[in-house]
């Protein structure tokens, strides 16, 4: 593998041992590296890399893998985002590496050298929001249930959920970058080159994401099962987690279909349907609802809470995925971990777009013909379809629907406030703000 500086002097170079990485002129609080990968190398991805905070940081990168530090609050100060309640995140994050150094330990009865099978996975649940155990946490909490280590680890669980979801998609969608670093595939591609291995590095990359993406879906039947939480508890939630982890396959297909399918023939209330049952399906539902529904049946929820539950997990859910279509067009790559205009790159037929769409004139819709879904999609291009999404007021319609589904879900939640715990209720309003009103 070659790393090569963006713009950087000789002097921004750090040497380990047979390695030589070169780090980027400092942009904010970030060293920019671009690193060349794949056959050839044909391909580069330039991430923002943070010079502090890292763990191994240029023997992690060098393998093409970056393993952040989960911060927490210092001690003393009042806790303000809802996540760090009750310490979760990093309890979150104790469980995760305490579950993967396990796992590591399984797979050295084979080999000593299954590192480039795990380290991804390592990286990809050393950072995140956590929403997916929150909302699993506080579900049990809202119903009665207590706090424990036990709770944790079950809530945990959607972390390397959420970890399957994520490794595949970044294959399927041929993504470079997650979180600001290189996905999975493109870091293991890397690791195939630098190795000088024979073969296809895609390919093996690819066919290695795949595998890392199995085994947390494995692991999260593993955790589920041996949590800690007594028998009865996890009985009462598996019949839902079994429908997340089969709906949320069967909505990456949905997807898929809705791409190839095309939209040339449908009215903009057609598509606007289309675009709606994926976001409920591919990601609604897994993020919000069905993990908040998990925890809460397997606390002993009274049944007159759940339909308001439900309809506050799918209301939160939908304006989520609405906040992420934005930030997929408009968000900042140093926030969002992504490049500027991926989601325009992929053609991905989202509400943004159906909103896009339907008021665009006839210049408009030419521009959209020529640089919608187009890989190689330039920055120039980008601002262009920016501008179209701002001038026949889309995005305008898109954050009013985003506010409509919040006030929804804050309605809801009100109807089963009578059912649930009050620390609880409060948590959840709170990351529903947290949820819709974000950059990242």
């Not at 391909?43 to 763990?55: D, I, L, Q, R």
């Not at 424990?148 to 970058?177: P, Y």
């Not at 994401?209 to 939480?229: K, P």
């Amino acid at each position: 593998m070659r790393i090569r500086p963006g713009e950087a002097p000789a002097t921004n170079r750090v040497n380990d041992s047979s390695r030589s990485v070169a780090l980027g002129a400092i942009s904010g609080p970030f060293d920019v590296v671009t690193i060349l990968y794949g056959e050839g190398p044909r391909k580069v991805a330039s991430v923002p890399a943070p010079p502090s905070g890292t763990v191994g940081w240029v023997d992690e990168f060098a393998r093409g893998i970056q393993t952040p530090v989960c911060r927490q609050p210092l001690e003393g100060r009042p806790v303000t985002n809802p996540l760090d309640r009750e310490s979760l995140r990093s309890r979150v994050q104790a469980a995760l590496t305490a579950e993967l150094d396990h796992q590591e330990r399984v797979l050295a009865d084979l080999d000593e050298d299954l590192t480039p099978l795990v380290a991804p996975v390592r990286t990809l649940l050393a950072g995140g929001k956590r929403l997916r155990a929150a909302f699993a946490y506080w579900g049990y909490r809202a119903a009665g249930g207590a706090d424990s280590n036990a709770l944790v680890r079950f809530a945990s669980v959607m972390e390397l959920f959420q970890a399957a979801a994520l490794l595949h998609d970044d294959v399927m969608d041929g993504s470079d970058t997650r979180r600001g670093m290189p996905s999975a595939h493109r870091a293991v591609a890397a690791i195939h080159t630098e190795r000088g291995w024979v073969g296809s590095s895609d390919r093996f990359g690819e066919a290695t994401a795949i595998l890392a993406g199995d085994l947390c879906l494995q692991w999260t039947d593993e955790v589920y099962a041996t949590s800690g939480l007594p028998a009865e508890h996890l009985a009462r939630g598996r019949g839902t987690f079994d429908r997340m982890r089969t709906q949320l396959m069967g909505g990456q297909f949905l997807d898929m279909l809705e791409s190839v399918r095309g939209w040339d023939d449908q009215s903009t209330e057609e598509r606007i349907a289309s675009a709606r049952k994926v976001i409920r399906f591919k990601s609604a539902k897994y993020t919000i609802e069905q993990p908040l529904l998990i925890g809460a049946l397997a606390g002993g929820v009274d049944p007159g809470a759940v339909p308001a539950l439900s309809d506050y997990g799918l209301a939160l859910g939908e304006a989520f995925q609405l906040r992420d279509d934005l930030l997929g067009v408009f968000g900042d790559p140093e926030q969002t971990g992504k490049p500027a205009g991926d989601d325009l790159r992929e053609g991905k037929r989202t509400v943004l777009m159906a909103y896009t769409l339907d008021n665009a004139d006839a210049k408009q819709r030419a521009a959209l013909a020529q640089w919608f879904g187009r890989a190689d999609l330039d920055h120039e291009g980008v601002d262009a379809l920016r501008g179209i999404m701002r001038a026949t007021g889309a995005v305008d319609r898109v954050e009013a629907d985003i506010t409509r589904l919040t006030v929804q879900a804050s309605e809801a939640m009100g109807r089963g406030t009578a059912y649930l715990r009050p620390e609880a209720t409060t948590v959840l309003r709170e990351l529903a703000v947290l949820a819709t009103d974000r950059v990242t």
